[in-house]
């Protein structure tokens, strides 16, 4: 009989303590060998640290039989743009099963962003294979983000994901009817913890700081960089603002370290300490290491495992500025903005906030689902239609751009026998002159 390998397909930090809280709690089955390959499909692989350079990954290395680089395999071809040949994937297959030692193995994979290129190669490349994927984050939230072979669809066997929102059920995937399983928080608190001790040669953030969580660079070309750097000022500025006089920036940990003069003479104005870990470490590692007065970010997943997991107090700033930003309307990280914007508190006073409770916030969700990928999901169409007959306001508008709701023909956009007017060139004259006004009335 053969025996099982599991390979675990992990691109980031936070995907591979997941994963490893996933193996050590139960929800996947025994293995006789457990295989860790690790991308990096940054845009310039060579000049960002992969996962397995990061302070206390030995902690992580020792979970697993053996260590496998999958830009290795295919150098000097990019994982985010190399795909097979359809005729060629079986002699891939056969080449991995060499190459990895594999032979007549079973092959499990469990594989974190299943969507994205580099992770659904690989399953792709393993034929038969049945598949656990997981979920990044707070993306689980939302559908799936392009189409999904059927082929690779109906293979996966469960979603894994993080209780980061309790009582929201996750979309990823569901047009497969592939049933979610929450990873114990209770595991992947143990693994951070184990994490945090491997990392001995980053300092602990002094405790009751105030943590400023870096804008995550998984949307290149969202932000520019003064406008990230603006955002920076923002939470520092809201922090200072607060009371707090010592603030620590944490970079994402494949990021480089973002800290510039400005920001350093931003904090010497305002009479605040800055400190910055260098080498940067997962967000999580942070709250392990010390306990913050405060967390403030965007739309971070560790906003949520700071509040959900650890206890922290948490505020976001600059969603209703990303939210504008995000072009177009099925732009990945919509729901992670939206979820930032609706359950987390604001950091600014006067900022605007939902603040949904579970009920309010699964049906927000399930008419976001629906204007995101409505041909993925035409059952969801009499819940949007729903929802948005029956609210209205400030912040629905935020959510739901009224271009995507009249195209989607749902309550909110404009009516069908008015639509035309809109590109009629007298229109759009007065449009633009009542802009033009408010805002001379602002000013």
Not at 213 to 236: F, I, K, Q, T, V
Not at 237 to 247: M, P, Q
Not at 312 to 339: F, I, K, Y
Not at 358 to 379: E, K, W
Request: hydrophobic share 40%; glycine share 8%; aromatic share 4%.
């Amino acid at each position: 009989m053969s025996r099982t390998t599991q390979i675990f397909c992990a691109s980031t930090p936070h995907g591979a303590v997941t994963l490893a809280a996933a193996a050590e709690s139960g929800c996947l089955a025994r293995a006789e060998r457990r295989v860790l390959l690790v991308l990096n499909a940054a845009t310039i692989p060579e000049a960002t640290p992969s996962l397995d350079g990061m302070p206390g990954f030995a902690a992580l290395r020792d979970r697993f039989d053996e260590l496998l680089s999958w830009n290795e395999v295919i150098s000097p071809l990019h994982p985010a743009s190399w795909t097979p040949r359809p005729d060629d994937i079986p002699l891939l297959e056969r080449h991995l099963r060499l190459l990895w030692g594999l032979g007549d193995d079973r092959v499990e994979l469990v594989v974190e962003s299943l969507q994205d290129g580099p992770a659904l190669t690989v399953t792709r490349l393993f034929t038969g294979a049945p598949v656990h994927a997981c979920a990044e984050g707070l993306t689980g939230y939302g559908p799936t983000p392009d189409r999904l072979d059927p082929l690779v669809g109906t293979r996966v066997r469960q979603l894994l994901h993080l209780d980061l929102v309790p009582g929201l059920r996750p979309m990823l995937l569901s047009e497969f009817d592939v049933p979610a399983r929450a990873v114990p928080a209770s595991a992947f608190l143990k693994v951070v913890k184990e994490l945090s001790g491997a990392a001995g040669e980053v300092p602990a953030p002094p405790d009751g700081a105030a943590l400023l969580l870096d804008p995550c660079p998984s949307a290149p070309g969202l932000l520019s960089p003064e406008e990230e750097e603006e955002l920076r000022m923002r939470m520092l500025r809201g922090a200072v603002a607060r009371g707090h006089r010592t603030v620590v920036l944490a970079p994402h940990p494949t990021a480089p370290v973002p800290c510039g003069r400005a920001l350093e003479a931003e904090a010497g104005r305002l009479g605040a300490d800055l400190v910055v870990p260098d080498p940067p470490v997962l967000a999580e590692v942070l709250f392990e290491r010390a306990r913050p007065a405060l967390v403030v970010g965007c739309c971070s997943t560790a906003l949520f495992t700071a509040s959900v997991f650890y206890g922290l107090p948490v505020a976001r700033t600059g969603t209703g500025e990303l939210l504008g930003r995000l072009r177009p309307h099925q732009e990945g990280n919509r729901v992670p903005a939206v979820l930032s914007d609706a359950v987390l508190p604001p950091l600014e006073a006067g900022e605007e906030g939902a603040a949904l409770d579970a009920d309010a916030l699964n049906d927000l969700v399930t008419a976001l689902g629906f204007t995101l990928r409505p041909r993925l999901h035409p059952s969801l169409r009499p819940a949007a239609e729903r929802y948005l007959a029956q609210h209205s306001g400030p912040h629905v508008q935020r959510y739901f751009p009224r271009g995507r709701l009249t195209s989607l023909g749902l309550p909110g956009g404009v009516p069908k026998q008015l639509a035309s007017l809109s590109r009629h060139p007298a229109a759009r004259r007065l449009a633009r002159r009542a802009r033009a006004l408010r805002k001379a009335v602002r000013g």
